[in-house]
């Protein structure tokens, strides 16, 4: 090798150690997440798009694909049951976001040192680290007919027991209590966790001016407990929107479908004895990720004026 080549080297790989030293800071982040953003793209992304390109085609999952259009779409629109399953998973929605004002109050309550305080954060703390198919089967039993809890309960006051997972009026209300059961505990760790990182030196400046009970809870300690208040809401309309293990536990999607949602809908069309229709189990994905799409948008849109003070 002649010296000039080696000399042109030496000063290419000397550019190249000085771009990596001039840009170090700015490139060093993105080294470090480039295995994250790599996995979120192949594990969520990548699936996304899929599943939105394949609800424009009829198939089985293993014949070949049949390109559609917005037929499916089309299909959905005259389709009585996504309509049900749709309405179901508002009244979810509306009802299921009472887990978060609940889980507040309730981490309020334990955020306190008393004696056995711990005991009682254990036993609020419990239906949390259950799995759901437990939980569904325990509500499952409390709301039978001749022997639940609930059952008997109502019969003793009226005379009449309700076998509530066996009425359409009120199968859809049942499940969503069960679900909010470990709901409530998740949303009171998250509390929890927030209260813990209050500043104590603004509750005393609170204090010496004269702010207490409501005041000091409005305008002291819920502004620090809005990164808690967002991960709960966010979290909550997921499962929400996705509340699909309890229904396959205690109903089934019955009686007469009147407990389906849309994640229990979509499984029953794309991986069920109904039929194995891919394309119409992803338009009916596409559909859900859409409103939780545009709920999660609208808390984070509301939070960003309330931080900018719009």
Not at 65 to 84: H, M, P, R, S, V
Request: glycine share 8%; net charge neutral; aromatic share 16%.
């Amino acid at each position: 090798m002649t010296g000039s080549a080696t000399t042109a080297i030496a000063g290419t790989n000397k550019r190249k150690v000085g771009v990596w030293k001039k840009n170090q800071r700015a490139l060093a982040p993105w080294i470090f997440l480039a295995p994250g953003i790599a996995m979120f793209a192949l594990y969520v992304i990548y699936p996304i798009i899929a599943s939105m390109w394949l609800s424009f085609y009829d198939w089985d999952g293993l014949g070949t694909k049949t390109w559609l259009g917005l037929q499916n779409y089309i299909e959905l629109a005259d389709d009585e049951a996504f309509y049900t399953s749709l309405k179901n998973n508002i009244i979810w929605l509306a009802l299921y976001m009472l887990a978060v004002p609940a889980g507040l109050f309730i981490a309020l309550f334990l955020n306190q040192t008393v004696t056995g305080i711990r005991i009682y954060k254990s036993l609020f703390f419990f239906p949390f680290v259950i799995s759901q198919v437990v939980v569904g089967l325990i509500f499952s039993w409390f709301y039978a007919p001749n022997f639940g809890l609930f059952y008997n309960l109502i019969e003793w006051i009226t005379g009449t027991g309700v076998a509530v997972l066996a009425d359409d009026r009120y199968v859809t209300y049942g499940i969503i209590v069960a679900g909010l059961w470990p709901q409530i505990a998740y949303c009171m760790i998250l509390y929890l966790t927030g209260l813990n990182n209050v500043a104590p030196d603004q509750v005393e400046a609170a204090r010496l001016d004269g702010a207490k009970g409501w005041k000091m809870l409005w305008h002291v300690i819920l502004p620090q407990l809005r990164p808690a208040t967002f991960i709960a809401v966010v979290v909550t309309v997921i499962g929400a929107l996705r509340s699909f293990d309890l229904v396959s536990i205690m109903t089934d999607g019955g009686p007469y479908g009147s407990s389906r949602v849309l994640s229990f809908y979509m499984y029953e069309q794309a991986l069920s004895e109904y039929g194995y229709r891919m394309g119409y189990g992803a338009a009916i994905a596409v559909i859900l990720f859409a409103i939780m799409m545009i709920f999660i948008s609208g808390f984070i849109w509301k939070m960003i004026r309330d931080e900018r003070g719009v």
